[in-house]
C-alpha cells in the first residue's frame, strides 16, 4: 500500500474517533409482532452461532430500516445466531470503514454509501466473485452500474445492494404556465430553452452551485450526456478539458443566469426546501425529496413530475448515489456474513418495497416490469427504465481511486461553480480542474 494511499485513510479515519452514534438492532430476536408478516422467510437453515455484526447508514426511509430489522430478526432465528445492527448517517460511513479497515476491527460486514469501498479497500476485503457471479445466474447479470462499483480488475469485492439515481422533479403546473406541453422532461436542451421564462414567471429552476452532493451528481450527468468526462476511458489520463466540456459549462452557465443567487450557498436538503416551498420549478435529487412532499403536502406532490436522466447529444446518463457491502477479510464470521448477503440479496422486492422505490435494483432480473412501487403507479412507471442509464464516478473509465478522490475534493463543483459565478474564466476553470485531475491521478494511478 503507498503513503499516499495511507495518508487518505487517515484523513478518513480522522473522522471515525466517535463512537457509533447508534446500535439500532442489538442481538436481533426472533420478532413476534405484525412487523414480519410481510417479510419472507429466509431459506437456508445452517446454524453458524455466535454472533454476526453489520454496519448501515440509517435510511432516508425509516419503514426500510424497520424492514431490515425484522428481515435480519428472522434470518438470526433460523440460522441460529445473534445479529447485531449498527446505523450511523451516511455521510459518517467512509469514515467509519476506513477506520476499520486501518485497525483492522470493529464489523464482519459493512456497507458503504456512494464511495470507493471495492477499489479503497481491496487487500482488506473478502473476494465475492462466486456470490456476485451466482446472482448473475440466478438473476440475468449485473447492469452496468453494479459491476462498476463492485469489481476491482475481474474480481468482485463489493456486493452492489442498491442505486440511488438522481432524478429531475419539476412542478408541471408552473412549466404548463410558460407553454411548455410535453409530458415528460426530456433533455437537457428542454431545460435551458425554459430557464428564462421561469424565472421571469417567479419560479425559478433550482441547481446547486456549491460543494453540495447534488452538485457533483447534476453537473456529471450533464458533462457525460455531452460527451465529457473527467478521466479517458481506461482511467489512466486526464480528459476534461474538451469542446464538449465547453458546451456543457456554457449550458450551465445560461441555467445559472437564470436561477435564484442563494444556490451557491446551497447544501444537500436545499434543493428539497426549494420544491417544497412553492417557488422552486425544478430541482435534480433522489425520490426522497418527491416522497417527502408526499407525506407534507399531497396537493403539491400530485404537481409534482419525476422524470429520469436528461439526454444530450452522447444520450441519456445518469448520475447515482449506491450502497455496496463488503466482508472483511479479518472478520471471524465471514461464512455467517456470505450467507446473510445471499439470503438478504434475494428478498429484493420487499427492500424496493420497503424503501418506497428510494433503492432501485443493481440485477438485471429484479429490473424486469413490473417492478415493485413503480410498476403499480402510472405517474412512475417510466422510472423502471433508469436502472441501465445510470454510472458511478469515473465514468467512461472504472470509479478507480482517483475519481473518488476527485469527487471527495469537488473538483467537478468548483470547475462548474467557478465558471458559471464568474470567478474565474472557462479556460482558467478548466485548466484548474485538469490540473486537479491530474494530481489525483499522481496520487492514485490507475
Given at each position: 500500500?503507498?503513503?499516499?494511499?495511507?495518508?487518505?485513510?487517515?484523513?478518513?479515519?480522522?473522522?471515525?474517533?466517535?463512537?457509533?452514534?447508534?446500535?439500532?438492532?442489538?442481538?436481533?430476536?426472533?420478532?413476534?409482532?405484525?412487523?414480519?408478516?410481510?417479510?419472507?422467510?429466509?431459506?437456508?437453515?445452517?446454524?453458524?452461532?455466535?454472533?454476526?455484526?453489520?454496519?448501515?447508514?440509517?435510511?432516508?426511509?425509516?419503514?426500510?430500516?424497520?424492514?431490515?430489522?425484522?428481515?435480519?430478526?428472522?434470518?438470526?432465528?433460523?440460522?441460529?445466531?445473534?445479529?447485531?445492527?449498527?446505523?450511523?448517517?451516511?455521510?459518517?460511513?467512509?469514515?467509519?470503514?476506513?477506520?476499520?479497515?486501518?485497525?483492522?476491527?470493529?464489523?464482519?460486514?459493512?456497507?458503504?454509501?456512494?464511495?470507493?469501498?471495492?477499489?479503497?479497500?481491496?487487500?482488506?476485503?473478502?473476494?465475492?466473485?462466486?456470490?456476485?457471479?451466482?446472482?448473475?445466474?440466478?438473476?440475468?447479470?449485473?447492469?452496468?452500474?453494479?459491476?462498476?462499483?463492485?469489481t476491482v480488475g475481474q474480481r468482485w469485492y463489493a456486493y452492489p445492494d442498491f442505486a440511488v439515481p438522481f432524478l429531475n422533479a419539476w412542478r408541471t403546473d408552473r412549466w404548463r404556465a410558460v407553454g411548455f406541453a410535453g409530458d415528460h422532461l426530456e433533455s437537457w436542451d428542454e431545460l435551458i430553452r425554459n430557464a428564462a421564462a421561469l424565472r421571469a414567471s417567479g419560479h425559478p429552476a433550482g441547481a446547486a452551485m456549491s460543494r453540495a452532493a447534488d452538485a457533483e451528481h447534476t453537473w456529471r450527468a450533464l458533462l457525460w450526456s455531452y460527451g465529457a468526462a473527467e478521466f479517458t476511458a481506461d482511467g489512466k489520463a486526464v480528459a476534461i478539458d474538451s469542446p464538449e466540456t465547453r458546451d456543457a459549462l456554457g449550458l450551465a452557465k445560461v441555467l445559472f443566469a437564470n436561477e435564484d443567487p442563494e444556490v451557491v450557498t446551497w447544501r444537500d436538503l436545499d434543493n428539497d426546501a426549494y420544491l417544497r416551498s412553492g417557488k422552486g420549478s425544478w430541482i435534480c435529487d433522489p425520490i426522497d425529496a418527491f416522497r417527502a412532499i408526499g407525506a407534507a403536502d399531497p396537493g403539491l406532490a400530485a404537481r409534482i413530475a419525476l422524470d429520469g436522466p436528461l439526454a444530450g447529444p452522447a444520450g441519456r446518463i445518469g448520475s447515482m448515489a449506491f450502497t455496496a457491502y463488503g466482508i472483511w477479510a479479518f472478520s471471524p464470521n465471514i461464512a455467517a456474513a456470505r450467507q446473510f448477503l445471499l439470503d438478504y440479496s434475494d428478498d429484493w422486492p420487499n427492500q424496493m418495497t420497503a424503501s418506497q422505490g428510494f433503492n432501485q435494483p443493481f440485477l438485471v432480473g429484479h429490473a424486469r416490469h413490473p417492478m415493485p412501487v413503480f410498476g403499480a403507479d402510472s405517474r412512475l412507471a417510466h422510472l423502471q427504465d433508469v436502472g441501465p442509464l445510470l454510472r458511478p464516478v469515473g465514468y467512461p473509465g472504472p470509479p478507480t481511486l482517483a475519481a473518488y478522490d476527485a469527487l471527495e475534493s469537488h473538483v467537478i463543483a468548483d470547475l462548474f461553480t467557478d465558471h458559471c459565478t464568474g470567478r474565474r474564466t472557462m479556460d482558467d476553470a478548466i485548466a484548474d480542474a485538469s490540473r486537479r485531475l491530474r494530481d489525483s491521478l499522481a496520487r492514485f494511478p490507475a
Open positions: 500500500m503507498s503513503l499516499s494511499r495511507r495518508g487518505l485513510l487517515r484523513r478518513l479515519a480522522a473522522a471515525a474517533t466517535l463512537p457509533i452514534a447508534a446500535a439500532c438492532v442489538a442481538e436481533i430476536p426472533r420478532p413476534t409482532g405484525s412487523p414480519g408478516a410481510t417479510v419472507s422467510q429466509p431459506g437456508p437453515t445452517t446454524r453458524f452461532g455466535g454472533r454476526l455484526t453489520v454496519l448501515q447508514g440509517s435510511h432516508p426511509v425509516p419503514a426500510f430500516d424497520r424492514y431490515v430489522d425484522a428481515w435480519a430478526a428472522r434470518w438470526a432465528a433460523t440460522n441460529g445466531l445473534a445479529v447485531r445492527i449498527d446505523r450511523i448517517p451516511p455521510a459518517d460511513l467512509r469514515a467509519r470503514v476506513a477506520f476499520e479497515a486501518t485497525t483492522r476491527s470493529g464489523h464482519d460486514l459493512v456497507a458503504c454509501y456512494s464511495s470507493g469501498l471495492a477499489a479503497l479497500h481491496r487487500p482488506s476485503l473478502v473476494d465475492l466473485s462466486d456470490l456476485c457471479d451466482r446472482a448473475a445466474a440466478r438473476y440475468g447479470g449485473w447492469l452496468p452500474a453494479g459491476e462498476a462499483i463492485g
